[in-house]
Nanobody, 127 residues
């Protein structure tokens, strides 16, 4: 499969929106889990959202529920993270990731389960 490549990060004021894109061709078939993770200096990498590829089965960490939406477009080979109502605490480097897992309808957000990672894109939210 192709490498994962994130884009769409940037700087935005609190309350604004950003849409992150991950080029993810090859990881969008059923059998893969895909997710977005974020990390700030001194903190553990945090699972933000996951999606079972080929389905609408998603999982979100509590802090982003109602604000973030994970989705994918098979035709475009793309994973997205729509981020609305951004808060300063959302500031982090965001990574997309994938792993092969045929078990379960939903995907967990444990970083150690994911084998394939992008290089990350920086999101900065100012107050």
């Amino acid at each position: 499969q192709a490498d994962l490549v994130e884009s769409g990060g940037g700087s935005v004021q609190a309350g604004g929106s950003l849409k992150l894109t991950c080029a993810a061709s090859g990881y969008l078939d059923r059998g893969y889990c895909m997710g977005w993770f974020r990390q700030t200096p001194g903190k553990q990498r945090e699972g933000v959202a996951t999606i079972r590829s080929g389905t609408s089965n998603t999982y979100y960490t509590d802090s982003v529920k109602g604000r973030f939406t994970i989705s994918q477009d098979y035709a475009k080979g793309t994973l997205y993270l729509q981020m609305n109502s951004l808060k300063p605490e959302d500031t982090a480097t965001y990574f997309c990731a994938a792993h092969f897992d045929t078990l379960g309808l939903f995907c967990d957000t444990l970083p150690r389960l994911f084998d394939f990672w992008g290089q990350g894109t920086q999101v900065t939210v100012s107050s």
